[in-house]
């Protein structure tokens, strides 16, 4: 216990733990200077890592938007030949289809610059601008998918245009007796 109060009445209690010692400022600038030089090596490292996770991604989103845009073209022409209602319009499509050609040149264009650039120099491209710009092309397909299915468009002939309420068959002879059902509760 005596040599720690010797040690604090040297020292006082204001002074902070670097400026105790003579040696503190050039550590201090040296564990700076380290901190300077690794910071861009363990970024460069990091992006390295990160990049083929992030291109496989954009470029699973590209794949997944080529499908649904195949699909839906298919669905508009079953759609024109009499089958049901298509999902979606054709100007959702060439939206989708805008985006995603945008999509695909930004990212060729981009990855062949990345590909030029040696491994111990800064990234062109960073993995975080290839996630955000894949991002948007995932959630304009989102959005076409979650959209509901329209409802079917009904005819002159059908419905409630001609006079008889919907869910009961008309034919040339009258019904006998209408029957309804009496739901029993417990």
Known sequence: ???????????????????????????????????????????????????????????????????????????????????????????????????LKEHEGWL??????QRQVPMNQDPVILTSEMKARAKTLENHLQKLWKKKVPLKKSNGSQGSSSGTPSGTVTSGTPPEKETTKIHDEL
């Open 1 to 99: 216990m005596p040599i720690r109060l010797n040690y604090w009445k040297r020292f006082p209690a204001s002074s902070t733990c670097l400026s105790r010692f003579p040696a503190a400022p050039s550590i201090h600038r040296s564990i700076t200077t380290f901190r300077s030089l690794e910071r861009p090596i363990a970024h460069r490292y990091k992006e390295i890592e990160e990049f083929p996770k992030a291109l496989n991604n954009s470029q699973m989103w590209n794949w997944s938007s080529r499908l649904f845009i195949t699909e839906a073209k298919e669905n508009l022409t079953a759609e024109a030949e009499g089958g049901p209602p298509a999902r979606y319009t054709q100007a959702e499509i060439d939206a989708l289809e805008k985006t």
């Open 108 to 113: 060729a264009e981009w990855v062949a610059k």
